[in-house]
Every structure is written in C-alpha cells, then in structure tokens.
C-alpha cells in the first residue's frame, strides 16, 4: 500500500486505487469514477492481539447519486479474508473502468 494525492488529500492506495476506512467498512476506487466498491467486514479473529478480517463482503456500487443506495448495487460476493476480498474488488474496478470506456 503506498499514499499517494487525490484532489489534494493523501489516501491510501492498493494497486493504484485509493483505499478509505471507517470503522468496518471500507471504500476501495475513485468517487469520480462510475464504480466504486464497498467492503464491509463482517467478522473477524483474533490472530494474536490483532482482530483480522476473516470474513468480509464486497459490493460494486455506481457513484451515480440519482440512484437509492439499494439500486447502485451492481454485484456482490463474500470473501474469507480482506486480501481475497481486495483482489476481486481490483479486478470488479477494472471491468467496470473497461466497460464505461467502450460506452464513451
């Protein structure tokens, strides 16, 4: 993960999305895309002193504000941990990124 700028502010990135927390639920992409995908950890283990996310799901979700929270829903899965969970949201940004480019 590295920090990089966006509009000003330093977020977090993964594979050169940003990546934005709050509490247990995380926001993985750019809010000026089409797409962005929310992960929501719903259970975790204790892995020594750390909580780890054992289970979390992953929602791709349209940025188009027009639309009730339920309807931007695209896709949805569950994944057995946050780095599963990440990996499938990359490859979920991407598609979409693809896909908005070929309807421009």
């Given at each position: 993960m590295s920090k990089e700028k966006y509009n000003g502010s330093?977020?977090?990135t993964y594979k050169g999305y940003p990546?934005?927390?709050n509490n247990d639920v995380l926001y993985y992409g750019n809010m000026y895309d089409d797409y962005v995908v929310m992960l929501q950890i719903i259970e975790t283990k204790k892995i020594k002193d750390l909580d780890v996310a054992s289970?979390?799901?992953?929602?791709?979700?349209?940025?188009?504000e027009s639309l009730n929270p339920l309807e931007a829903i695209t896709?949805?899965?569950e994944k057995d941990g946050l780095y599963e969970a990440l990996d499938?949201?990359?490859i979920w940004l991407k598609r979409s990124m693809m896909?908005?480019?070929s309807k421009a």
């Open positions: 330093s977020f977090f990546l934005v927390r289970k979390v799901k992953v929602y791709l979700m349209s940025t188009d896709r949805t899965s499938i949201a990359e896909k908005s480019k």
